[in-house]
């Protein structure tokens, strides 16, 4: 990591309206440690991608099944991964690796989950896989808002700034039930992820699921928001360390497992990165809710 990074970065775009002031804030106190960490999730997936030519499995499932080019294009999608990941680790380079990233995520969300969600809404799992990438989202695009230049904001005033920071709040708590519900619906399937030295594993399955669920009310209607997304933020990271963690030391290397605990980490990741967007706010304060304008 490098000295740049720092843990008490303040509120970054709530303290002025203006859409160049996250910009500021963030050269002036350099990158939090929820910026770094989602940075090497970043990196993490970019790496898999070049060591395997391919893209990020079930995550990046490309619904055409003879694509022309097809490892030429994961390639390219593993080096934008790799090197915005990088760019965010420093302060000269956020700026410039917030913009490719946040396009890069939203093509991911509407070319690759979007319309499942759209031809089988029925099917839960659509509806999770859009969740999750959408988490993933929700956290670049508040790095996006935080750094974004004079052009965003004339050209791009909904998504940078304070009213940025908002709608990808907005984002995340819309996401997040889509997570929670799978637990419900794919109560069985989840069972078989949790370790079995924890009691009562259908429980745990259950109080996650409605965790998820909770937090996104919490966000929404701005219930004690900072601690609503800051648990979900922790939540999720332990189930990356306890469901993925143990995987990572099978011998060869299993790309199945490294790609899971690296995309699980994203996704806890991003809502770090949400979660981190409340910070000067009071634990227990009643927020503003991300619907109001």
């Given at each position: 990591m490098n000295s740049s990074i720092r843990t008490d970065v303040p509120q970054p775009t709530l303290l002025a309206e203006g859409p160049s002031s996250g910009t500021v804030?963030?050269?002036?106190?350099?990158?939090?440690?929820?910026?770094?960490?989602?940075?090497?999730?970043?990196?993490?997936?970019?790496?898999?991608?070049?060591?395997?030519?391919?893209?990020?499995?079930?995550?990046?499932?490309?619904?055409?099944?003879?694509?022309?080019?097809?490892?030429?294009?994961?390639?390219?999608?593993?080096?934008?991964?790799?090197?915005?990941?990088?760019?965010?680790?420093?302060?000269?380079?956020?700026?410039?690796?917030?913009?490719?990233?946040?396009?890069?995520?939203?093509?991911?969300?509407?070319l690759l989950k979007l319309p499942a969600v759209v031809f089988v809404p029925q099917m839960?799992?659509?509806?999770?896989?859009?969740?999750?990438?959408?988490?993933?989202?929700?956290g670049g695009w508040v790095?996006?808002?935080?750094?974004?230049?004079?052009?965003?904001?004339?050209?791009?005033?909904?998504?940078?700034?304070?009213?940025?920071?908002?709608?990808?709040?907005?984002?995340?708590a819309v996401a997040l039930p889509m997570i929670g519900l799978s637990h419900f619906v794919y109560s069985e399937q989840t069972v078989a992820f949790i370790p079995t030295w924890l009691p009562l594993p259908l429980a745990w399955v259950y109080l996650t699921g409605a965790g998820s669920i909770a937090a996104s009310i919490g966000v929404l209607f701005g219930i004690f928001p900072r601690l609503a997304a800051t648990l979900e933020a922790a939540m999720l990271g332990i189930i990356t360390?306890?469901?993925?963690?143990?995987?990572?030391?099978?011998?060869?290397?299993?790309?199945?497992?490294?790609?899971?605990?690296?995309?699980?980490?994203?996704?806890?990741?991003?809502?770090w990165v949400v979660a981190a967007s409340y910070r000067g706010t009071p634990w227990l304060a009643?927020?503003?809710?991300?619907?109001?304008?």
């Open positions: 804030v963030a050269a002036t106190y350099g990158i939090s440690l929820a910026q770094a960490v989602f940075a090497l999730t970043m990196i993490g997936l970019g790496v898999l991608g070049l060591i395997y030519g391919d893209f990020a499995l079930v995550w990046q499932r490309i619904p055409i099944e003879h694509l022309p080019g097809r490892q030429v294009l994961a390639y390219v999608c593993a080096a934008i991964e790799l090197l915005t990941g990088i760019g965010l680790l420093w302060r000269a380079t956020a700026r410039l690796s917030s913009r490719v990233l946040v396009v890069y995520l939203l093509l991911w969300v509407v839960e799992a659509t509806w999770l896989g859009f969740g999750e990438i959408a988490v993933i989202l929700s790095l996006f808002a935080m750094y974004a230049g004079e052009w965003e904001g004339v050209h791009l005033c909904f998504a940078v700034g304070a009213k940025g920071i908002r709608n990808a709040r907005l984002l995340f360390l306890l469901v993925w963690g143990p995987g990572l030391a099978t011998m060869p290397p299993d790309r199945t497992q490294w790609t899971a605990f690296t995309i699980s980490a994203a996704i806890a990741c991003g809502a009643l927020g503003r809710s991300p619907l109001k304008p």
